[in-house]
């Protein structure tokens, strides 16, 4: 299995810029979550789909953020504009979607974004 | 979801045992106990899970206390590569909230 792809790797950009970073969950997976992990407040969840609707954007930091899930299989985080606050790594994770306890989330590698 | 609390650091020799304990006093009837680990600058991995009754993969066992107050994660044969930061979560929906984790040091 692939697993949980997330690109790109790595992001350096300029306070202002507009920044996407993608997802691809695992196949037949029908839950995808993002959260971002700094120093200063650990890993974070941001707000989590389920079957392609938005469930909970409570983590959403503000309004530059944005999320969207056209598909089953791809979802992107948007920052516009970024600011240097936003640099952090940014996890992309999925699940099968039962809304359970038991419901196992596999997480991507990361994306590491750093805002001058 | 319950609050865990966790030591912030251990060490523990190359090959042996590492018991690494969290404490969820508030736990609830439905709600699991997840272990996830962290190896540096990686995606959490998922390790382990349970419910009430001990747990075993290939990874490592959970043993869980008959009042669901505290449990430990057993690695059994730790090895360098199993030094990372371990998060203990209690969770009963889709939310997992990672807390500070213990920072597990596998030492040769």
């Known amino acids: 299995d692939a697993g949980v792809i997330q690109s790109p790797r790595h992001e350096v950009t300029e306070m202002g810029q507009e920044v996407t970073l993608r997802c691809k969950p695992i196949?037949?997976?029908?839950?995808l979550f993002w959260y971002r992990q700094t120093m200063m407040r650990g890993l974070e969840l941001l707000i989590y789909?389920?079957?392609?609707?938005?469930?909970?954007d409570s983590g959403m930091p503000e309004d530059r953020f944005s999320a969207k899930m056209p598909n089953a299989s791809f979802s992107t985080l948007k920052i516009q504009p970024s600011e240097p606050r936003d640099s952090a790594v940014y996890f992309c994770?999925?699940?099968?979607?039962?809304?359970?306890?038991?419901?196992?989330?596999?997480f991507g590698p990361g994306t590491r974004l750093t805002v001058l | 979801d319950a609050k865990t609390t966790q030591p912030t650091s251990m060490d523990c020799a190359e090959g042996r045992a590492a018991n690494l304990p969290c404490n969820h006093s508030?736990?609830?009837?439905?709600?699991?106990v997840y272990w996830y680990r962290q190896i540096h600058s990686q995606g959490p991995q998922y390790i382990i899970h349970?419910?009430?009754n001990n747990e075993t993969n290939e990874m490592a066992s959970l043993i869980i206390t008959e009042d669901r107050k505290s449990s430990t994660l057993i690695l059994p044969h730790a090895t360098l590569r199993d030094t990372a930061v371990y998060y203990c979560?209690?969770?009963?929906?889709?939310?997992?909230?990672f807390g500070e984790g213990t920072q597990l040091t596998v030492n040769p």
């Open positions: 994770a999925s699940s099968l979607g039962t809304g359970r306890g038991t419901d196992t989330q596999y």
């Open positions: 196949s037949g997976h029908n839950s």
């Open positions: 789909f389920n079957n392609n609707v938005p469930i909970d």
């Open positions: 508030t736990i609830s009837g439905n709600e699991y």
């Open positions: 349970g419910l009430k």
């Open positions: 979560i209690v969770r009963g929906g889709s939310r997992l909230t």
